[in-house]
């Protein structure tokens, strides 16, 4: 089932994200939904905050960029509970957009090199360092379960550029080819 994805200004966006528990509710439809719902809107990760769930929760699959990026062969994962380690400071720009900001990128200065430790869809858990352009992908997604969003990383001036799109994103005027779910109205 596709799900609508909250958009940039909706204040699930801005919460940390609590881990799962084992115990959650059927959690292998929640991850099925939410590799539909990416697929459909072509993304290459998606949060569990972004479908309006603030729990720890994440999938992704760059394989379409292979090409560009042989990195990001085979690179469908379901990532439950993370913990990120940063393995080196050299941080490089690249252009980075999110499901829940349509109609913008930015270029966003990233660490190239990381290590996850994360639980899979089976509850088995995993240990891997990541490098380019898949390690961007799960430091964009681990971003969103800490409340941030790739526009918290770009500059005043570019942010100021982009200021009639975020505007027309938070007050429901932004055209999307998915369905969304728009920020609740300010009184
Ligand atoms: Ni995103």
């Known amino acids: 089932m596709k799900l609508p994805i909250y958009l940039y200004g909706h204040p699930v966006l801005r919460k940390v994200s609590e881990p799962v528990p084992q115990d959650y509710p059927e959690p292998q439809k929640l991850i099925d939904d939410m590799f539909e719902t990416m697929y ?16 720890r929760m994440v999938v992704i699959d760059g394989s379409a960029l292979e ?8 690179s469908k994962m379901c990532i439950i509970n993370p913990e990120l380690e940063v393995l080196d400071g050299e941080k490089i720009a690249r252009g980075e957009g999110c ?18 430790k994360w639980l899979d869809r089976d509850w088995q858990e995993h240990e891997q360092e990541f490098t380019g352009f898949l390690s961007r992908i799960i430091q ?6 800490e409340g941030k969003v790739y526009m918290d990383h770009v500059s005043a001036a570019r942010r100021l550029m982009d200021k009639s799109k975020l505007n027309n994103i938070v007050t429901g005027r932004t055209r999307c080819d998915y369905p969304v779910r728009y920020a609740p109205r300010k009184k």
């Open 40 to 55: 459909f809107s072509e993304g290459v990760g998606l949060a569990a905050p972004q479908i309006g769930k603030n729990i």
């Open 67 to 74: 090409k560009d990026f042989p990195e990001c062969a085979d």
């Open 99 to 116: 499901l829940s900001l349509p109609g913008l990128s930015e270029e966003v200065k990233r660490v190239e090199h990381i290590r996850l």
């Open 140 to 145: 964009h997604e681990f971003d969103h379960l």
